[in-house]
């Protein structure tokens, strides 16, 4: 069976696309992307946005100033001060703490303050300015937090430590990265998944970057079985519409057309990046010419001199006209469990299709689209499968399954063939199919 072009037609994805875009749109101006429209600070959520505005100005006025997070290390914020155009200026560094009256949050919430928020501080009562507004004779100017603005967007994880608790890990950004290995260490395709759920929620855009393809020449590593599994992969989130950029960080030269278009897709935006640890995160942003080079800092021991490697999220300018934050890789990624309307919409190739059930689960309800194009092999087993182990809170082990893929795979085409061959025989097209598709499922998941 010809694979990739059985999937939503590409007038369909337009239209789909052109649909979600006018509503990104929308949700962009409600939620104020350039706008100061409203502060997290609880003293001030009753004002208008009118007043919030006329009141940031006199704050402005008397002293406050704009700040992104660049780096939080315990209780120590630095903090980049933010030009007119709303862009930080990561030369211009400030290290604060919180206003007293917002202890007691920041230390409830692990999330008070993160990379990427905008906020306005008040520089220390000591400092003196030169003309321009610079502080004089201080090496790191000392400031207080005072406000915070609403997060544009964010990409968050159950809390590994307490799985009740929100982590953010990223706030504010214009472009997910999700950095994989295609091997040491092997695409975790579930992991990729879970981000892309998380982009999709938050209508962040994102792109997968599939890094270390120099290793898939290398025959010990990669027999054909693996590359065509790992081909039918990148195949599935291409077909999805999904920008799959394949490359090789140690040596650029090798994929040179990539490494141009990171540097296109990166440029004007704040770019998060995400990944398991290892997979070479730091070595992609070496590419694209940061202020700093990126290295793993084994011993991480200057505080207060400024900054340092990745052992904390840390957000750089790039030389490329763009920011990124990097993030020391993450070990799990677990996400809450959503409902199946929310959760189904978070994976955009089952959105054209159409259930019985306005709150089908695409389980075990009948006349479910999602299950039928699954069927037809207009939706991948290997998605479906990941959606259900979201939507159950199964937590797969990453990694582990997406070798036997092909398997699984062979198999439920097998069964889907003499699905339709009952079909024909019998003429009866409702449910037909329904148990067996529905079997195979519960097994494939139950054996995870
Ligand atoms: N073979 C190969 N190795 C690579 C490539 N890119 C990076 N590596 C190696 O992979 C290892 C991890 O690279 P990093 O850039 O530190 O990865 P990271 O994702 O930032 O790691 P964490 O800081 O732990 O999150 C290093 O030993 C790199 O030399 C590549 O394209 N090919
Ligand atoms: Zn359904």
Known sequence: MARGKNYINQDERRDHFQKIEKIKKEKRSVR?????????????????????????????????RRGRVIEVQKRNIFIAEENEKGLPETENLWLCSVAKRHFQRAHKERN???????????????????????????????????????????????????????????????????????LNPEVRWGLVDRFLVQAELEQ??????????DLLTNTNLANAEFLE????????????????????????????????????????KLVGF??????????????MRPEFEQIVDENPEIFYKGRHTTTYNSLLQLDIGAYAIDTPGIRSFNISQYDAITL?????????????????????????????????????????????????GLSFREGEG????????????????????EQLKNKNHENIGEEQLKEIMRIKVEEE
């Open 112 to 182: 008070f303050v993160v990379v990427g928020d905008r906020i306005l501080f008040e520089p220390d009562s000591t400092i003196e300015f030169d003309t321009e507004g610079q502080p004089l004779n201080t090496d790191l100017p000392r400031g207080v937090v005072q406000h915070s603005f609403a997060r544009t967007s964010k990409i968050s994880r159950k809390d590994p430590m307490h799985p009740d608790w929100e982590h953010v890990m990223l706030a504010n950004i214009d472009l997910v990265v999700i950095v994989a290995s295609v």
């Open 274 to 287: 995400a990944g398991h640890s290892g997979v070479g995160k730091s070595s992609i942003l070496n590419l």
């Open 402 to 421: 997406d070798s036997t893929d092909a398997g699984m795979i062979a198999d439920l085409k097998a069964r889907v063939q003499m699905r339709d061959e």
């Open 344 to 392: 189904s919409h978070c994976f955009p190739e089952f959105r054209p299709f159409k259930c019985k059930y306005r709150e089908c689960s695409h389980d075990h309800e009948p006349s479910c689209g999602v299950k039928e194009a699954l069927a037809e092999t207009k939706i991948s087993y290997e998605r479906y499968r990941s959606y259900l182990g979201i939507l159950k």
């Open 32 to 64: 104020g992307r350039n706008e100061d429209d409203w502060i997290v600070d609880s003293l001030e959520q009753n004002k208008s946005k009118i007043e919030i505005k006329e009141y940031i100005k006199n704050l402005l006025k008397n002293g406050m």
């Open 229 to 268: 599994t790992y081909k039918r992969r990148v195949e599935i989130y291409r077909n999805i519409g999904y920008e799959v950029v394949e490359i090789c960080a140690l040596k650029p030269k090798k994929t040179p057309e990539s490494v141009k278009q990171l540097r296109r897709l990166f440029k004007g």
């Open 204 to 213: 962040i855009p994102a792109v997968i970057v599939l890094n270390k393809v």
